[in-house]
């Protein structure tokens, strides 16, 4: 008994084990293991998982202080350390120009370094070192405030599945050409660009997540899509451009995307998608779409309404749809014009799947009503539909909760919530 608790069993563990423990370690600690005996002196050394941040010093008012220590840290770390690093993360405030930086990913690009992730805070933007573009094995990329120009050898990251760059210096033409020379790549998030035109061609991507000024969006090749989030920012040049377009955006953005199953669009959206020639009938069923999310949607803009109802309407499997309005008052109820539900919607559309609708920031004019009717009439599996009314509609309130009661439903469990805040 004497020896079994003598034993020191951890120490005896297998180093996969052991590595697994250290890697849900701060490094710090993981570092600081190396004071515990003479077999844990080099223990954490060959981690191939490194992440830092601002933890990894003892924060002081004065910065200079904490920078210094921080890039000693890492340059000690990365000294000492053994074997491949898989994954590399640095999160912090402090290095936005920090020279290190290149001479730690020199370091990491001849060290078979899988995923690399740059969070950098305010100040300078750090400029990608072209090392970077020699990380054949990447499967990981993301990039915070940084300027990225790669270099006219460079034929794209052949491994890379996630891309995610938010608030990086890029010209257009750099990022389709990364884009498309990434085969393999499954993920791909973009946020806070300016005015950028972008065609996207990734015949593996599944996940999108797009933020910024965007001129134009084209999916060219994206077969395997299955989730996307947009949010789109106006400016007075992008508003002049989509009035010049007569190209139709919702063909162009959504036209090729057969196996999408969830679909969220942020401010402007349902714009985007109006612009151009009109939808007639679609070229597509959308099979797998389960969840629908349009935000700010204008219902005085009855091409914006056309494009809701063609989604819905072509999207037979759809089980949840929030929608959050965004109409001008005075104009929805001064041109109702409501022969358009009956010229556009289909007589025999029925929603057999869908169970919960969510609408949020309703005026209560003519036609949001008319599209809460068309959904109550024709969702038989109907369980939930919450209305929320806009902040700003006080006077009308009453009116629309007695005209809801006056729908046809054509779920008998359809519970209709009028949630007032």
């Known amino acids: ?50 992440v830092f941040d601002e933890k990894c010093v003892i924060l002081s008012n004065d910065r200079c202080k904490v920078e210094d220590g921080l890039v000693n840290f890492i340059t000690r770390t990365l000294f000492l350390h053994q074997g491949p690093i898989h994954k590399f993360q640095l999160t912090t405030t402090h290095l936005q120009c920090c020279p290190d930086i290149d001479q730690w990913l020199l370091f990491l690009s001849r060290n078979d ?36 120009d790669p270099p006219p050898t460079f034929k794209g990251f052949l491994c890379l599945k996630s891309l995610n760059l938010h608030q990086v210096l890029v010209s257009p033409e750099a990022i389709e050409s990364l884009i498309s ?8 998030a ?11 061609r990734a015949p593996n991507l599944k996940f999108l997540c797009l933020e910024g000024e965007f001129k134009d969006i084209c999916l060219e090749n994206t077969p ?18 989509f009035e010049q377009s007569s190209t139709c955006n919702f063909n162009r953005f959504l036209g090729g995307v057969p196996r999408l199953e969830r679909l969220i669009g942020h401010i402007y959206f349902t714009k985007f998608l109006s612009i151009g020639d009109d939808l007639g009938r679609l070229p597509i069923t959308y099979a ?23 989604l819905i309407t072509n999207s037979p499997n759809l089980r949840e ?75 009308g309130r009453l009116n629309m909760l007695i005209e809801l009661l006056r729908f046809r439903r054509a779920s008998a469990q359809a519970e209709i919530l009028f949630i007032q805040d």
């Open 1 to 50: 008994m004497d020896d079994v608790m003598s034993r020191d069993l951890i120490s005896d563990l297998p180093q996969s084990i052991i590595e697994s423990i250290l890697t849900r370690l701060p490094i710090r600690d993981a570092v600081r293991t190396s004071i515990l005996s003479s077999k844990w002196r080099y223990k954490w050394a060959t981690l191939t998982q490194l």
């Open 288 to 310: 797998h779409l389960k969840v629908v999310e349009l935000n700010q949607v204008s219902f005085e803009d009855m091409k914006e309404i056309l494009v809701v109802l063609r």
């Open 224 to 241: 395997l899509l299955v989730a996307m989030s947009v949010a789109m920012y106006m400016t007075d040049d992008i508003a002049e451009h």
């Open 321 to 395: 749809l929030q929608i959050s309005g965004s109409s001008n008052t005075l104009a929805a109820i001064d041109a109702p014009d409501l022969d358009f539900w009956e010229d556009e919607c289909p007589s025999n559309c029925t929603f057999k799947q869908l169970r919960v609708v969510r609408m949020t920031d309703m005026s209560g004019v003519p036609h949001e009503m008319e599209f809460i009717k068309f959904l109550l009439a024709n969702s038989p599996a109907l369980e939930t539909m919450s209305i929320s009314p806009c902040v700003y509609v006080m006077d």
């Open 181 to 188: 020379g990434c085969p393999l790549l499954e993920s791909l």
């Open 190 to 200: 973009l946020s806070y660009f300016d005015s950028l035109a972008l065609t996207i």
């Open 113 to 148: 370094i899988k995923e690399l992730v740059l969070e950098l805070g305010e100040g300078e933007w750090f400029r990608v070192p072209s090392c970077l573009f020699n990380c054949k094995k990447l499967t990981r990329l993301d990039l915070f405030r940084c300027e990225f």
